[in-house]
């Protein structure tokens, strides 16, 4: 089982920047892709970004350029930062990661929520023109 706690949500202005964290714990060897996705009131969830255990990333064409996926190794944790924010950014943003093993095939598959086993909390990013 893996637990995941995200931070780093807050309020922004357009054209602002923010650094999302996830912080997994318990059998983290048991995933090998994690991703963020994100949430607006009324609509489906949405995948943000995807990055897998040897690096490899892919991203949402409406965040490409914007923002970068990372892990930090020494600490455990799955990044996002997020810069040149625009209101159409504001949701809940998620961390999640699928089980080792997931099949995928092709690498926009990668953004499926249904791809996802272990899901965060959740925190708010709201972005204000």
């Known amino acids: 089982q893996v637990q995941l706690v995200e931070s780093g949500g807050g309020s922004v202005q357009a054209g602002g920047s923010l650094r999302l964290s996830c912080a997994p714990s318990g059998s983290t060897y048991s995933t090998n892709w994690m991703a963020w996705f994100r949430q607006a009131p009324g609509n489906e969830r949405e995948g943000v970004a995807a990055?897998?255990?040897?690096?490899?990333?892919f991203y949402a064409d409406s965040v490409q350029g914007r923002f970068a996926i990372s892990q930090d190794n020494a600490k455990n944790t799955l990044l996002l930062q997020m810069s040149s924010l625009k209101p159409e950014d504001t949701g809940i943003y998620y961390c999640?990661?699928?089980?080792?093993?997931?099949?995928?095939?092709?690498?926009?598959?990668?953004?499926?929520?249904?791809?996802?086993?272990?899901w965060g909390q959740g925190t708010q990013v709201t972005v204000s023109s």
């Open positions: 990055i897998n255990i040897d690096g490899g990333t």
């Open positions: 999640a990661a699928a089980r080792r093993g997931q099949y995928f095939g092709l690498p926009s598959r990668t953004l499926r929520p249904d791809k996802y086993d272990y």
